[in-house]
């Protein structure tokens, strides 16, 4: 497959990664839609559109991302991260397109202290947001043998709402805050994300499951460990207290241990020096 030649579609392209992506691609023939272009959950429109365009790649981030929201709009969730990926699955294959889907970590049982890698079988996932994405995975491989599974998590990056962004308001606002500290998971960057989807699509790797997020000692680290660190490199003075899950209780329930390991990538850059250079740039 030479990227040159081929077009290739980005689905949520307004979102958090897929503006990234947009950006670690720019040289290539990529046409860009958000949901606006193409609602993905419309079986009927995902196969016109994507006949019409015919794109080589179809890249797909857009997702139902709000864990909690979920719990209560649980319909929604099931269309957007499980049923509409079957959608975009079928239309990529009888185009032969090859389609790129991002998943999470919430799919797994949240039990494995040492993490899970990409044929790990410990499904079990506690919250609807989880139930839903693992559905879409389940019909991704069901329908079409050309995909590349990406899972990933605790993203963060320039063009969204997320941890490191909150963690840095909140250090401006108060003298010290509680995060929770006893859930463990490996924070990723979206541009170093980006950067290595870039690299499976260059290199042409097998099709699969793949694992990517931010180098983190094995186990990962905990929401606490990640909040003094954005604190200290942001030049904060709030001091961070840890808690548990149980003082800090959600509608969605979140897995204790979700680190995914990398066995068959090169490792991206480190999650610390990661952090600090989306501080820099922010």
Request: net charge negative; hydrophobic share 35%.
């Amino acid at each position: 497959m030479n990227l040159t030649q081929e077009k290739i579609l980005i689905l949520g392209a307004q979102g958090m990664l897929g503006q990234d992506l947009a950006q670690a691609l720019n040289d290539l023939d990529i046409i860009a839609w958000d949901q606006a272009d193409l609602d993905i959950t419309d079986q009927g429109a995902v196969n016109n559109q994507i006949s019409k365009l015919k794109p080589k790649i179809i890249i797909n981030t857009a997702a139902y991302t709000a864990v909690d929201d979920c719990e209560t709009n649980q319909e929604l969730a099931l269309q957007v991260n499980g049923e509409a990926v079957g959608y975009l699955a079928q239309a990529a294959k009888d185009n032969q397109a090859v389609l790129l889907h991002i998943s999470t970590d919430y799919i797994f049982n949240g039990l494995n202290i040492n993490g899970y890698n990409e044929d790990s079988q410990e499904f079990g996932p506690q919250s609807v947001y989880g139930q839903s994405k693992l559905k879409g995975e389940e019909r991704l491989k069901q329908i079409n043998p050309n995909y590349y599974l990406i899972r990933t998590s605790w993203l963060y990056g320039k063009n969204g709402k997320n941890f490191v962004e909150t963690i840095k308001r909140l250090g401006q606002e108060k003298d010290q805050l509680k995060v929770i500290n006893d859930q463990f998971g490996k924070p990723t960057f979206t541009v170093d994300l980006a950067k290595q989807i870039r690299y499976i699509l260059d290199n042409n790797l097998d099709f699969g499951t793949y694992h990517i997020t931010n180098q983190t000692a094995e186990g990962g680290i905990s929401w606490y460990d990640f909040a003094r660190k954005i604190m200290k490199l942001s030049g904060l003075q709030t001091k961070v207290n840890p808690c548990s899950t149980a003082e800090y209780p959600r509608p969605a329930k979140r897995p204790q241990y979700s680190a995914l390991n990398n066995t068959k990538l090169p490792q991206s850059p480190d999650w610390e020096e990661a952090l600090s250079r989306y501080l820099a740039n922010g």
